[in-house]
């Protein structure tokens, strides 16, 4: 009896491909012969990834997007139809995360991370689905956070926006698992090294990042990729429905 499953194959695409989690899954992801759509704004890394993935055997397609554009994500998901045929997998990874205090009102920020971290995943799940359903079958992962779960100072909207991104996969998962043989699992991690943190513009909350930085390991990026595919490849009688995913040393 077959006790992984075997994704050699499969079609993904992968939201905020061109750096960090995003950009480790990818590779993951291409190692182990999936096929893998690379989707971010910044053409140029998504490029170089294709080229990095390509040059080591695997198989990739940049697909330069706006998440916040259901447009865009609707162009990257039927380019991906088109040339395979299919999409197995979805990674909604694309974020934002510039730490400030509420009364700063930086109205602006709030903004974009709501467009960002919960319509970006809304409009790239709607993207898929329909070729999911089409096909009875698929798995997508949304990266919430463990500030989804635990609010923190400065990361109120933050917090909010990933509270969201978990709310609504218990919903997706529920809707459309049974009925559609949708799987959806919820990637809950704790503190990883990212480019998130160059987002942040408030000096007092930069320095609260780089001081935790250097006070504890993050995890990586790779950790993260690891989790996507240890849910990915578990056996078709399961569905892992959340993974909280934290440093040792950090003891929430």
């Not at 989690?21 to 291409?30: Q, S």
């Not at 699992?185 to 160059?198: D, F, R, W």
């Not at 990586?220 to 934290?246: H, N, Q, T, Y």
């Amino acid at each position: 009896m077959e006790i992984i499953m075997s994704i050699r194959g499969k079609v993904a695409l992968v939201t905020g491909a061109s750096s960090g989690i995003g950009a480790a899954t990818a590779r993951k992801l291409a190692t182990e012969g999936v096929i893998v759509g690379l989707a971010a704004r910044r053409k140029d890394r998504l490029e170089a990834l294709m080229t990095e993935i390509t040059d080591a055997g695997g198989k990739a397609v940049a697909l330069p997007t706006d998440v916040t554009d259901p447009a865009s994500c609707k162009a990257a998901a039927d380019t991906l139809i088109a040339q395979f045929g299919r999409i197995d997998v979805l990674v909604n990874n694309a974020g934002l995360m510039p730490l400030s205090s509420i009364d700063s009102l930086k109205v602006d920020e709030w903004k974009r991370m709501v467009d960002v971290n919960v319509s970006g995943v809304f409009n790239a799940t709607a993207a898929v689905l329909p070729q999911m359903i089409a096909q009875h079958s698929g798995h997508i992962f949304n990266m919430s956070s463990i500030a989804g779960r635990k609010v923190f100072t400065g990361l109120a909207v933050y917090c909010a926006t990933k509270a969201a991104v978990t709310a609504f996969s218990d919903g997706l998962r529920m809707e459309i698992g049974p009925k559609h043989n949708i799987r959806v699992t919820c990637i809950q991690p704790g503190a990883v090294k990212s480019e998130l943190y160059e987002q942040i513009k408030d000096a007092a909350y930069r320095k609260q990042m780089d001081d935790l930085a250097a006070s504890m390991t993050f995890l990586e990026g790779e950790d993260i990729a690891d989790s996507i595919l240890f849910a990915l490849k578990s056996p078709a009688r399961m569905d892992v429905a959340e993974l909280f995913v934290l440093p040792t040393e950090q003891g929430w």
